[in-house]
C-alpha cells in the first residue's frame, strides 16, 4: 500500500513522468500506469485449484482414505505417504495437489470438532453435583472459610 500510496503522491501532486517514476522505484511503466489508477492493493485470489492430474487418481486416494479412517490414528499414512504410493502408481503430479485433496477429504467426512461440541444447559436431578444453602445457615468469617451457625 505504501508503493502505490508512492506511485499516487508523485503521479498526482508532484506531476512527475511515469517513466522517472518506474526508474526510481524499480517498477515497470504498465505497473506505474497501473497503480495511478487503482485506490487500493490489488489483492489474488484464486477462485479454484484445478488438479487435472490427480483426476485420474482420485478414486485410488479416496479408498485409501476410506480404508485408512478405519485404522488407528499412529497406523494412518501421512499426506507425504500417500502422495509417495500415487507416485507408484504411476502420478507424475505435485504433492501439494495431494495434501490439499487430503485436507478437504478429511474435513469433510470428519465428525464435529472440540469447537462443535453440544454442551447441555439443563440437567436432570442428581446429574450435576451441587449444595441447597436454602436449608442451612451458614456464616463467614474473615478468612471465607465456613463456620456453622446454631
Known sequence: MDTIA??????LVSKESISSIARDLKLSRPTVRKHCRTQCE??????????PRLGAFQETLETWLRTERLL?????????????????EGYRGAYDSVQRFVQRWK???????????????AFAPGEICQFDWSHEHVELNVSGALLPSD
Open 42 to 51: 490489488p489483492v489474488y485470489r484464486r477462485e479454484k485449484q484445478s488438479a
Open 107 to 121: 474435513a469433510a467426512k470428519s465428525g464435529p470438532s472440540l469447537t462443535q461440541a453440544f454442551v447441555p444447559l
Open 6 to 11: 508512492e506511485i499516487r503522491r508523485r503521479r
Open 72 to 88: 488407528p490414528k499412529a497406523q494412518r499414512r501421512t499426506a507425504r505417504r500417500l502422495f509417495e504410493g500415487l507416485q507408484a
